[in-house]
């Protein structure tokens, strides 16, 4: 099993910046694949970004590309979202997702394990 940890979640004004970690525990040596989603209310999860935990190749959505960048620390068993340029769409539950065989995670359904999620809110 493995367990995720989100943090780093809050409120900000339109224009700024947060910075959210998962950190893994339990068996991360089998993660292959890890990823951050959101839900906003009323709506369903999406895909924001994912990343390869070995070859930190990466892919992220085209509503945050170029603003949001995800990134690792093997070492830590932590992977970061940095979310710059916020708009009050971003406004959402983001959750951290993992996976033990997928190359990336862009769908809910292909991931193993989720975090219990950490809300954002931007406000305009």
């Known amino acids: 099993q493995v367990q995720l940890e989100e943090s780093g979640g809050g409120l900000v004004q339109a224009g700024g910046s947060l910075r959210l970690s998962c950190t893994a525990s339990?068996?991360?040596?089998?993660?292959?694949?890890m990823g951050w989603f959101r839900q906003a209310p009323g709506k369903e999860r999406e895909f924001v970004a994912t990343?390869?935990?070995?070859?930190?190749?990466?892919y992220h959505a085209s509503s945050v590309k170029g603003r949001f960048t995800i990134s690792r620390d093997v070492a830590k068993n932590t992977v970061y979202l940095q979310m710059n340029s916020l708009k009050p769409e971003d406004t959402a539950v983001y959750y951290c997702a993992a996976d033990r065989t997928a190359f990336l995670i862009t769908s809910t359904s292909r991931a193993d394990y989720w975090g219990q999620g950490t809300q954002v809110t931007v406000s305009s």
């Open positions: 990343i390869n935990w070995s070859n930190a190749n990466t």
């Open positions: 339990g068996r991360t040596f089998s993660i292959n694949a």
